[in-house]
């Protein structure tokens, strides 16, 4: 069976450090990969989307960035984190069918 | 115009109740309809997954996709307090193609 790894769950990050974030998933191939952000209260934010290693679609602009050096490996990184970056960070994956599985998130705090 | 809408909510229903969530969407192309559910602090979950139009029926809870009035509907019989939580309905124009989401309803159940 397929599974979503995502970690930490939490962090706390000071205003202007980096972050990464990591997503893992194991049992498939190729599958879509997507970083979606939700705010506290609102829906879910689609980031970055995935096609396959290497390819990374923004879908809106900040200063946060993608990257997918493996096939079932998905990086969310910012070099200066903002306070507005503050929120849930929930790595996602779908394959072939439509519907996407999510991982357990990271809630990150900018201080 | 957002691709997918739904009422924030919060709804508050007894237990017993007959709930009625709803979303809509603006794109013809959507031909993949999902249900979530998400619990406080927690990913989203599959509850429901569609092709086209057409009613399905998990247990307790029923989806309904209404093409030609882009309406997607969620139904909930004899509610639970575990249900209590936020339904996202989520859209996808092909089986590889992004998933759109709603911004999610709050959902309680009272005892």
């Known amino acids: 069976s397929q599974t979503i790894h995502q970690w930490p769950a939490t962090l706390v990050q000071p205003v202007g450090s980096p972050l990464s974030l990591e997503c893992t998933v194991e049992?498939?191939?190729?599958?879509?990969l997507y970083w979606y952000r939700q705010a506290a209260g609102r829906g879910l934010q689609l980031l970055f989307y995935s096609v396959g290693i290497g390819q990374i679609s923004s879908e809106v602009p900040q200063n946060l960035s993608a990257s997918r050096p493996q096939d079932r490996q998905f990086i969310l990184s910012s070099k200066k984190l903002l306070l507005s970056d503050s929120g849930f960070y929930l790595c996602?994956?779908?394959w072939g069918i439509g519907e996407a599985f999510f991982g357990q998130g990271t809630r990150l705090t900018v201080v | 115009q957002k691709e997918v809408e739904q009422d924030p909510g919060p709804l508050s229903v007894p237990e017993g109740a007959i709930v009625s969530l709803n979303c809509t969407y603006s794109?013809?192309?959507?031909?993949?309809f999902m249900w979530y559910r998400q619990y406080s602090r927690k990913g989203p979950e599959l509850l429901m997954y569609?092709?086209?139009?057409g009613n399905k029926e998990d247990g307790r809870f029923t989806a309904q996709v209404d093409k030609s009035s882009k309406y997607i509907s969620l139904f909930i019989r004899d509610s639970q307090p575990s249900d209590s939580a936020t339904y996202l309905c989520?859209?996808?124009?092909?089986?590889?193609?992004?998933?759109?989401f709603g911004p999610g309803t709050s959902l309680s159940v009272i005892p």
């Open positions: 989520a859209t996808a124009k092909t089986s590889y193609d992004k998933v759109i």
């Open positions: 996602a994956w779908s």
């Open positions: 049992g498939t191939s190729n599958p879509n």
């Open positions: 794109n013809s192309a959507f031909q993949y």
């Open positions: 569609t092709y086209s139009s």
